[in-house]
């Protein structure tokens, strides 16, 4: 089955980067997106950036420009999200997923489980 | 920047009750609109897209109607695993693809 496992938490200090991975299964790696999602504790879905699997452009969310960075590895099939300048404001849970695109539609799934990122001091 | 807006809140229904969740969007964007769903301490799941079609294994008492600016995601009669927060996403012109709040649908 179609399947995102995401890397384990993580605990940063201010001004530190992270470096999340999200390895898919179950399907063509290369035939699709991938995009990823963070929530705040308690608070709604943000979304951050997407990838093309098969060429590598990417897309970022204007806040967040500047500070991170969408890559893939097509020989194992993983996306990877790096944030870099870590705040308390980075503190979430960050998701990828899988982005559909037909014919200018797009939506997300799966997702992958989430990964917690704590930035604290 | 597409600003999506969903209301109540936080929906209180009982069991078996119908349970009617409202997306607005700042501009019209066809029905190019997703739901979500999710439980605590899950990822979000797809139900909807393209505003009314049901993603793959979702049950039929979940359906979306609307299209242009406002947006509607009815469960029919409300089951014990349908107590969750609910998501309104467009993707008419995305990049971004922006998200509403969420509603939080609990047991009354």
């Known amino acids: 089955q179609v399947q995102l496992v995401q890397s384990g938490a993580e605990v940063k200090k201010p001004g530190a980067s992270v470096k999340v991975s999200c390895k898919a299964s179950g399907y063509s790696f290369t035939s699709y997106g991938v995009t990823w999602v963070r929530q705040a504790p308690g608070q709604g879905l943000e979304w951050m950036g997407w990838i093309s699997a098969y060429n590598g452009m990417t897309g970022y969310a204007q806040n967040l420009q500047g500070r991170v960075t969408l890559t893939t590895d097509s020989s194992t099939s993983t996306a990877y999200m790096e944030l870099r300048s870590l705040t308390s404001d980075d503190t979430a849970v960050y998701y990828c997923?899988?982005?559909?695109?037909?014919?200018?539609?797009?939506?997300?799934?799966?997702w992958g489980q989430g990964t917690l990122v704590t930035v604290s001091s | 920047e597409i600003v999506m807006t969903q209301s109540p809140a936080t929906l209180s229904v009982s069991p078996g009750e119908r349970a009617t969740l409202s997306c607005r969007a700042s501009?019209?964007?066809?029905?190019?609109l997703a739901w979500y769903q999710q439980k605590p301490g899950q990822a979000p799941r797809l139900l909807i897209h393209g505003a009314s079609t049901r993603a793959t294994g979702i049950p039929a008492r979940f359906s979306g109607s609307g299209s242009g600016t406002e947006f509607t995601l009815t469960i029919s009669s409300l089951q014990s695993e349908d107590f969750a927060v609910y998501y309104c996403q467009q993707y008419d012109n995305w990049p971004p693809w922006t998200f509403g709040q969420g509603t939080k649908v609990e047991i009354k």
């Open positions: 997923a899988r982005l559909w695109a037909v014919a200018g539609h797009s939506w997300f799934d799966p």
């Open positions: 501009q019209s964007i066809s029905s190019n």
